[in-house]
């Protein structure tokens, strides 16, 4: 696969990373809950930031008062700037995708604590799949020779490595795939409706998302290939932190009331909202494993 990749990946804080301040108790600095006086909380850039933020926000607010303390919100510019950030110590918890929380914990020791769990109590899920116009000639994957693909971002979980990982499954060299980064989900879709690419990386969550906003008909697209479910993104701490603090965090998290994280649950497809769940690295080996098969290290994040 040919592959054209946005450069300069996340190489300042300043400018890898929109800010957002929620607001907070007044916890003492010295708390095992409130280091430093604050939470510095990130979130990957799944979706476009003017829905995410303010949706993240709302989760921000809810563990600030829980755990009376100021949280600051940070949406990344790219998946590479949110796992670098936390490898430098300036964020303390952080939602990955599944492959970027991989990425994070080889960086960063991040540990999983809490993800997305549905109304009835159980960790919800989401799909890959790849996408082409209705009256394409393309019906399955293995077709994509010689044709364009637009992929979301590097170190995408639904958005480069499964997507990847399933056109060499379809035995298509590397050389055989013209791969264009988007810069994100909805910029993958949006190559798509354009006319831009063949085909396109579009997941579960980003159908759903688009197709209520009106942005995307799926009566016009095809599905060509779809992924096994992948569990929902985590909610990670950083290895370092004081265990009182990830104690604490891990506590909040999983009490937290539904409507805290339904608004940022229904940008990943979880909706009715249920409760967060508790997770563990165990529960994305498939994603670790992923990593070790497609050669994957760190600097693809």
Not at 235 to 256: E, I, Q
Request: with cysteine; net charge negative; glycine share 8%.
């Amino acid at each position: 696969m040919s592959v054209r990749r946005p450069l300069a990946l996340a190489t300042a804080l300043a400018a890898a990373l929109v800010l957002t301040a929620c607001g907070g108790g007044s916890a003492q600095p010295d708390s095992p809950t409130c280091p430093d006086g604050q939470i510095r909380f990130g979130v990957e850039p799944f979706e476009d930031p003017a829905r995410l933020t303010p949706a993240a926000e709302v989760l921000g607010d809810a563990l600030s008062q829980t755990l009376n303390c100021p949280v600051e919100v940070q949406v990344t510019d790219d998946y590479s700037a949110e796992v670098l950030a936390m490898q430098n110590g300036r964020l303390d918890i952080a939602i990955f995708g599944p492959l970027g929380y991989v990425f994070a914990s080889q960086r960063a020791g991040a540990e999983a604590l809490a993800s997305f769990g549905d109304a009835e109590g159980n960790l919800s899920s989401y799909t890959a799949g790849i996408w082409v116009p209705k009256d394409s000639d393309i019906t399955a994957i293995d077709q994509l020779r010689g044709r364009s693909l637009a992929l979301a971002s590097v170190g995408s979980t639904s958005g480069d490595a499964l997507p990847r990982k399933a056109l060499v499954d379809a035995g298509i060299a590397q050389e055989e795939v013209r791969i264009d980064y988007a810069g994100g989900h909805p910029e993958a879709l949006l190559a798509l409706i354009n006319g831009a690419v063949d085909a396109a990386e579009i997941n579960s969550q980003q159908l759903a998302s688009a197709t209520e906003a009106g942005t995307f008909d799926p009566a016009g697209y095809r599905q060509v290939w779809t992924s096994e479910p992948i569990p929902n993104d985590p909610v990670t701490v950083r290895g370092d932190m004081d265990p009182a603090f990830k104690t604490a965090v891990r506590d909040a998290l999983l009490n937290l009331d539904p409507a805290a994280v339904g608004e940022i649950g229904a940008l990943l497809d979880v909706s009715p909202p249920g409760p967060l769940v508790a997770v563990d690295r165990s529960t994305y080996q498939p994603l670790f494993d992923l990593a070790a098969s497609l050669g994957l290290t760190e600097e693809d994040a």
